[in-house]
DNA sequence: CAATCATTTTAGTTTTAACTAAAGTGATGA
DNA sequence: TCATCACTTTAGTTAAAACTAAAATGATTG
């Protein structure tokens, strides 16, 4: 998978958009990570972690007991601008604070919507 | 989900991008888009077809025993301009082409690569 | 060296996206 | 009205994403 099609599909998850979000300007220790990312435990945020790093999209550098993560903005071509735009857009963060807090149950959404038996 | 959510998750998926190239400029009745997508069934199509509707991304126009799509581009707001910057670029064209084929065996890619068991 | 801290990895579960095959629907035309 | 065309829907399969709990790793500190 190219890191640019990788990027498509890693902004389609809202955690881990939440994640690039996180670490997009500087680098961030996985813990405080984990601490900005809710009630996820610390092993799931490492599993995001782990795999938009194999997917390019992450770099990381290891300080001491620490880890330091950073976004490779270069990785996303225009999707890095989408997200910058995304996240400079006072409305749509209010809109992903809605999602976000909306499915506080249940396990988390891999995709779109699909069809529900009576939905018709 | 909103409409603009979905179309991050939309444009995840190489079938959905696809479906939504050839509905972004004109209207297309779901056989002519089958044609168009290679090996899936009708059923197949006819599935992304209605997800794509249902998340408000596709309009939909019954004449006689076709029915015609179109994308609802005012919904895709700024993913709508990546996707037809992705469409206009020559290279992104290639590369789009080159995961097609490679995939074309094996089901369909859902997300990420994630960790196989060696890859460390 | 032992304890601890920060983090990763593994094993196992649940949910679901994408698909196929086949049955179902509704408009059209002979 | 019966067959056909253009689709849609259903049922069932497969593969994988997201998660939890717990074990494992590796650096640091006493």
Request: aromatic content about 10%.
């Given at each position: 998978m190219g890191a640019e099609t990788a990027a498509l599909a890693a902004i389609a998850s809202p955690r881990r958009r939440e994640i690039l979000r996180l670490a997009w300007q500087q680098e961030r220790p996985a813990g405080e990570i984990h601490r900005a990312?809710?009630?996820?435990?610390f092993g799931a945020v490492s599993q995001h972690l782990r795999a938009l790093h194999d997917a390019g999209l992450l770099e990381l550098r290891a300080v001491g007991r620490h880890r330091l993560y950073r976004a490779?903005?270069?990785?996303?071509?225009p999707v890095g601008e989408l997200l910058e735009r995304m996240w400079d857009d006072a409305l749509w963060r209010l809109k992903q604070q809605a999602e976000l807090l909306e499915r506080r149950r249940g396990p988390q959404p891999r995709r779109l919507a699909r069809r529900r038996k009576g939905t018709t």
């Open positions: 990312m809710g009630d996820l435990t490779r903005r270069e990785a996303f071509g």
